[in-house]
């Protein structure tokens, strides 16, 4: 599922504003609880990080390159 900044800056605007509804374009969603949108806001930051690093926007692991050497004795 494909998440977008603006619904994270929603979701975390609800949720400092004390409000469980939030509002995406013509979308409305109530949440049941503050515990339910925080869990909300995980899922759409995990989304973005994924989308990200599938796209090549965010890097992934980092590489690792050892170089050895040696006298040749």
């Known amino acids: 599922m494909s998440f977008t900044q603006t619904q994270l800056e929603a979701l975390q605007t609800a949720l400092t504003q004390g409000e469980r509804r939030v509002s995406f ?15 909300a806001i995980r899922e759409v930051k ?5 989308q990200a690093a599938s796209t090549g926007l965010w ?9 050895t050497t040696s006298k040749g004795f």
């Open 25 to 39: 374009g013509d979308k409305t969603v109530e949440y049941r609880s503050v515990d339910e949108l925080r869990q």
């Open 46 to 50: 995990r989304g973005l990080s994924e």
């Open 59 to 67: 890097p992934g692991a980092p590489r690792q390159i050892r170089v």
